[in-house]
């Protein structure tokens, strides 16, 4: 039997995770091309790699889809 009431988070902290995604991305992008230039930043890869992790956790937990268009 399906869970009758549901937990959605509000529109405005949808899009917070879907921001915060967006610069995530931005900031892999960015480490990318600081390794490839030869300056790599194991630390902050690693960081970004755990955060992504966690904020897909997240939102997968409160079926948000991540990569939705702002409205």
Do not use: C, H
């Not at 480490?31 to 970004?48: D, H, V």
């Not at 955060?51 to 991540?66: G, I, P, Y």
């Amino acid at each position: 039997m399906p869970n009758k009431w549901e937990y959605q988070l509000p529109d405005e902290q949808q899009e917070d995770l879907r921001r915060a995604y967006r610069n995530l991305q931005l900031a892999k992008d960015i480490l990318l091309k600081l390794r490839t230039a030869g300056s790599p930043n194991p630390e902050a890869e690693a960081r970004i790699r755990e955060l992504e992790e966690r904020l897909t956790r997240f939102a997968a937990a409160f079926k948000v889809d991540l990569t939705a268009e702002e409205e």
